[in-house]
């Protein structure tokens, strides 16, 4: 110590992204939609600027009530879709989208703001490009709702001719005409086989009917609830009033034009910081999180920002879509949130969230897609960067106690009041079939969610510290498939923290000496932050405020811990009159705790649950000094 004078923060489709040309806002804008645009188109909920390549019209503002494409294709522009057809020159903005069948270029829509023209149409009708509006009040008419509740999402249902068909015929009429028949808009629809998804934009409690929230996806035909918010989120999320506590709303969805639920893509309105983490601007698939990331959308136009919202989506999805075995998860932190050097990306771990890369270590709970005619898998592990051509099984053997629930009596079931058994054979494999009936709850499954294997890490083979691939590896009627590589950063080395102390000396000071400038070393691949904490007598404890290697260039912390290792540096001033007022001649000690940034993972096998502590890893050193007032 020194003294000195004191002084004074979507699967398959998603493949078109690597797929289609890395141009930055390319295509034609106006009324033919460039062929991508048929794939994939979104908006934003908020206006930015390119930062790529000028847009063909000259323009680099992206609004929210512009229509998006994928490789930074500008679709249409707010005003193509309004001025020609609606006469409106504002920018209304874009809450809610599906590219329909037909020729040319037809597009359902709703805007953010009503139509400046008196009375011509608001904020929650549905419009179509062909000049049709429909309002509100017809959509949700045989909801009884009675006033216009806006429009989040829109989705239509039927085949190709059974959809144009249904908009010739409403084409026919104007909005004063549905506002009078409002029952009429459902009869059209049942006459057609066309049916409308929707959400809306606020609660709704009827006093005799079950209470609609703005997160469920409506039917316009039949009047009925097609997935509640809990329906279409992890069961991990909790999603749904009154039973699980959260409505998390629904600013986009779409699915295939046969209606199938199980593969709706959608939105939310808010973000979750759960097991299962999210933001209002990710694609999200029926039960099963993130399929994309917002960056993932906007990331070619290079904006100044990763999350931008995602206000309207519309997908091609094919009708049946081939399932993919494939790792979707390492510690809870999702494989797209995870970068090639095997480090979860800034702000997406931790409670607050990290703003740092952030390395894995303990035992790492690993989760995946398996699909339906996997007869067994495994997950497999190579060093990288050595040249190693190795793979190492990660299995869980029978001595590490694994239980899963199941099915306690028969009948009734499943009750999940049981527990049997979980683990690998000698060579790291588990069997699909079993797997399945563990996981899915319409096979009985209690194990929503099942790890398919836990990764010793401290134990890896060719160290605990460096950085490797994952693979899934998956045995079927077809042959053995690998998929793709993950990329894991171990770190299971804790940090070094040393207070510079005279070993065998307690240094006297006095009052003149106060405050004490703290000097120490840290050293650690991944350090986080360090505080300093002061205690003596029966004072108790005074904790400084901790601090991070990225709060200050000029506080002598990097990422790796102290600047000019392995020489001592100044950290910041503790002082005894922070314990009390006149504190008494005692000796007094100050202890420097550094943390590291790494997740760390613990799993309880018996109790099959994994617990992650984010930059929790830490050590302690303490010196101790007499003072004298």
């Known amino acids: 110590m020194r003294k000195r004078r004191r002084v004074v923060a979507f699967a398959l489709t998603l493949l078109l992204i690597s797929l289609l040309p890395a141009t930055l806002a390319q295509g034609q804008i106006g009324s033919d939609l460039p062929d991508a645009c048929w794939e994939l188109v979104y908006s934003t909920e908020e206006d930015f600027v390119t930062q790529g390549p000028e847009p063909p019209d000259g323009n680099p503002v992206i609004s929210d009530g512009d229509l998006l494409g994928l490789n930074g294709i500008i679709c249409a522009r707010n005003e193509d879709l309004l001025h020609n057809t609606f006469d409106v020159s504002d920018d209304l903005g874009l809450d809610a989208a599906d590219v329909l069948p037909g020729e040319g270029y037809v597009v359902a829509f709703s805007t953010e703001l009503d139509s400046p023209n008196q009375d011509q149409f608001t904020?929650?009708?549905?419009?179509?490009?062909?000049?049709?509006?429909?309002?509100?009040?017809?959509?949700?008419?045989?909801?009884?709702?009675?006033?216009?509740?806006?429009?989040?999402?829109?989705?239509?249902?039927?085949?190709?001719?059974?959809?144009?068909?249904?908009?010739?015929?409403?084409?026919?009429y104007d909005r004063a005409y549905w506002l009078d028949n409002l029952g009429n808009l459902s009869q059209v629809l049942n006459r057609r086989n066309v049916d409308i998804w929707f959400s809306i934009e606020g609660t709704f409690k009827p006093l005799d009917a079950p209470m609609i929230l703005d997160g469920d996806l409506l039917s316009a035909s039949t009047g009925t609830i097609v997935a509640h918010n809990s329906d279409v989120l992890p069961l991990n999320v909790p999603a749904g009033i009154p039973s699980r506590g959260?409505?998390?709303?629904?600013?986009?969805?779409?699915?295939?034009?046969?209606?199938?639920?199980?593969?709706?893509?959608?939105?939310?309105?808010?973000?979750?910081?759960?097991?299962?983490?999210?933001?209002?601007?990710?694609?999200?698939?029926?039960?099963?999180?993130?399929?994309?990331?917002?960056?993932?959308?906007?990331?070619?136009?290079?904006?100044?920002?990763?999350?931008?919202?995602?206000?309207?989506?519309?997908?091609?999805?094919?009708?049946?879509?081939?399932?993919?075995?494939?790792?979707?998860?390492?510690?809870?932190?999702?494989?797209?949130?995870?970068?090639?050097?095997?480090?979860?990306?800034?702000?997406t771990v931790g409670s607050p969230l990290i703003p740092a890369l952030v390395p894995f270590g303990g035992e790492i709970d690993i989760q995946g897609n398996l699909c339906d005619d996997v007869e067994r898998f495994r997950v497999l592990y190579q060093h990288v960067g050595s040249g190693s051509t190795t793979w190492t099984s990660i299995g869980v053997p029978a001595g590490d106690g694994w239980k899963v629930k199941a099915d306690g009596f028969f009948p009734p079931g499943p009750d999940c009041l049981a527990s049997v058994a979980w683990f690998s054979d000698g060579t790291g494999w588990y069997d699909g079939m079993d797997y399945r009936h563990f996981t899915q709850p319409a096979l009985g499954g209690c194990n929503p969610g099942l790890a398919l294997t836990v990764w010793d890490s401290e134990n890896a083979a060719e160290g605990a510290d460096d950085l490797y691939a994952l693979v899934l590896e998956t045995v079927t009627p077809g042959g053995t498939v690998t998929s793709t590589q993950t990329f894991v950063q171990l770190d299971n080395t804790p940090p070094q923290a040393e207070l510079f102390k005279d070993p065998g000396t307690c240094d006297a000071f006095t009052e003149s000496d106060m405050p004490l400038t703290v000097q120490a070393r840290i050293t650690d691949t991944h350090f986080y932050r360090y505080r300093l904490n002061i205690t003596g007598d029966s004072y108790g404890d005074h904790d400084y405020p901790s601090v991070a290697y990225y709060d200050d260039p000029t506080d002598n912390v990097v990422e790796d811990g102290t600047k000019n290792q392995p020489l001592f540096q100044d950290l910041h001033d503790v002082d005894v009159d922070d314990l009390a007022f006149n504190p008494v001649e005692c000796g007094y000690t100050v202890r420097l705790t550094a943390w590291e940034r790494t997740l760390w993972t613990n799993f309880n096998f018996p109790g099959n649950q994994a617990y992650r502590h984010p930059g929790r890893i830490h050590v302690a050193d303490d010196w101790t000094f007499n003072y004298t007032p």
């Open 123 to 172: 904020a929650g009708d549905l419009l179509v490009t062909r000049g049709i509006i429909i309002p509100n009040l017809a959509l949700t008419h045989l909801f009884v709702i009675g006033y216009d509740i806006g429009l989040d999402a829109v989705h239509f249902v039927g085949t190709d001719a059974d959809i144009l068909s249904f908009l010739d015929e409403v084409g026919q």
């Open 246 to 347: 959260v409505d998390f709303g629904l600013d986009a969805a779409t699915t295939t034009r046969t209606g199938d639920k199980r593969l709706i893509h959608f939105s939310t309105e808010i973000l979750s910081f759960g097991e299962t983490a999210f933001t209002d601007g990710d694609i999200l698939a029926y039960k099963n999180g993130v399929v994309a990331k917002n960056i993932d959308l906007i990331g070619p136009f290079e904006p100044k920002a990763r999350d931008l919202g995602l206000d309207a989506l519309s997908v091609s999805l094919p009708v049946t879509r081939p399932c993919v075995s494939r790792l979707t998860h390492v510690a809870g932190v999702a494989v797209a949130d995870i970068n090639p050097d095997g480090m979860a990306i800034s702000n």
